[in-house]
């Protein structure tokens, strides 16, 4: 069974600097995909990136990037330059090429900006 | 467009009554699923659909009924509502069957109380 572990349940960082939430995941899988999805106060659940098993690039969206180590099963989201509006609720999930029900969530990350 | 619309945002239920939450998506995707929030947690997956006509539990499916009639349409019933179904419950669309590529696109959640 998949697992997704996020060890950090809240998180500060200043405006404009740059910060890492970790995510580590469990699968024995071959082909698996890790996505990142932001959850404002607001409660909408928002896609950010995504990244394949098999890229060798590290994925980037705009000011997110995924700091993929597969040897270490972890896929690290990156967002530089942070703004205010970055405050959230941030959860890392895993799908696999098993059909249907294997999307799994972690527990996810409160990430709160400083001004 | 529209994407995944979710009705109702709130809605406050005695212990066993019953109700329906409705799900749409106007982007012809294949997939659809229910996922359940609760405080502290991430999502977990309580019914899936990979096409019209074809559901299959998740992780949490006790006390819920899917049906898939139509490609657009992916409604959750609630049974016999108990307290331990108070929850914020989201539907989700994929564009093909929940392979590890496919970006899943979240409605807006609705809130439920059971009192």
């Known amino acids: 069974a998949q697992k997704i572990t996020q060890t950090q349940p809240g998180m500060f960082v200043q405006e404009k600097e740059a910060v890492t939430l970790d995510c580590t995941y469990d699968?024995?899988?071959?082909?698996?995909?890790l996505f990142w999805y932001k959850q404002p106060s607001s409660g909408e659940m928002i896609f950010l990136i995504y990244?394949?098993?098999?890229?060798?690039q590290n994925a980037t969206e705009g000011r997110y990037s995924l700091n993929f180590q597969k040897a270490r099963k972890s896929a690290n989201l990156v967002i530089s330059a942070s703004q205010l509006g970055d405050s959230a609720m941030y959860f890392c999930a895993t799908m696999n090429d098993n059909y249907g029900q294997n999307f799994v969530f972690g527990p996810g990350t409160r990430l709160s900006v400083l001004p | 467009n529209a994407g995944v619309t979710q009705t109702p945002k709130f809605q406050v239920l005695k212990t066993g009554q019953s109700m329906t939450l409705q799900c749409a998506q106007d982007m012809n995707h294949e997939y659809m699923s229910w996922y359940r929030q609760d405080p502290g947690m991430g999502l977990r997956l309580i019914h899936y659909s990979v096409g019209a006509g074809i559901t299959d539990q998740g992780e949490v499916p006790n006390g819920y009924n899917v049906s898939r009639s139509t490609t657009e349409d992916f409604p959750l019933r609630l049974l016999s509502a108990a307290p331990s179904q108070t929850s914020v419950y989201f539907c989700?669309?994929?564009?093909?069957?929940?392979?590890?590529?496919?970006?899943?696109?979240f409605g807006p959640g609705t809130r439920l109380t059971v009192l």
């Open positions: 699968t024995s899988d071959q082909s698996y995909g």
């Open positions: 989700a669309s994929s564009r093909t069957s929940g392979r590890a590529t496919d970006t899943q696109y």
């Open positions: 990244q394949g098993s098999y890229d060798e």
